[in-house]
């Protein structure tokens, strides 16, 4: 079943218990899924559905940092709306798990010690096979820690 169908049933459950923030956070990730497919003229496979939905979980942690304290509805109307996207969205890589990606890497393009010239190459190797499945800045964080 894809992510779209998963949600789509989940919105009529929504509105059949009359919850109405969850339908309006599910209906913008059902559109967001949509137009993405609208605009492949295709399917989307299971990986571009992962990383929309890891864009629209980005971009709901945007909002809610940017937002003013004193404007409690939109904070916690993001809220709600992290809170449903988490339950669509792939399990994150955690630090041990990008860190033995980051070694495979290292060590298939044959560096032990590496330097910042070959930052450019370990991150062209590493982006696609963590991309969706871990957050960028802690996988630059973590490759720039290991450069000398």
């Known amino acids: 079943m894809s992510k779209i169908d998963e949600i789509r049933k989940e919105m009529v459950a929504a509105m059949k218990n009359k919850d109405k923030a969850r339908k309006e956070a599910l209906s ?12 492949k003229r295709e399917d989307l496979t299971e990986a ?17 940092e940017s937002c003013p304290e004193d404007r409690t509805d939109i904070i916690e109307e993001c809220n709600i709306r992290l809170a449903v996207i988490k339950e669509f969205a792939p399990e994150e890589m955690n630090e041990e ?3 033995a990606e980051i070694n ?20 062209k190797s ?3 096979r963590v991309k969706g499945k871990a957050d960028g800045k802690l996988v630059n964080q973590l490759v720039a820690a ?3």
């Open 97 to 99: 798990q990008i860190n």
């Open 104 to 123: 495979t890497v290292l060590s298939e393009l044959g560096i032990d010690a590496p330097t910042g010239k070959d930052k450019g190459k370990i991150m």
């Open 48 to 64: 571009e559905e992962n990383a929309i939905i890891a864009k629209e979980l980005k971009q709901t942690k945007e909002t809610l």
């Open 126 to 128: 590493l982006m696609p």
């Open 28 to 39: 913008m990730l059902l559109s967001a899924l949509k137009n993405a497919q609208i605009d």
């Open 146 to 148: 290991r450069i000398q």
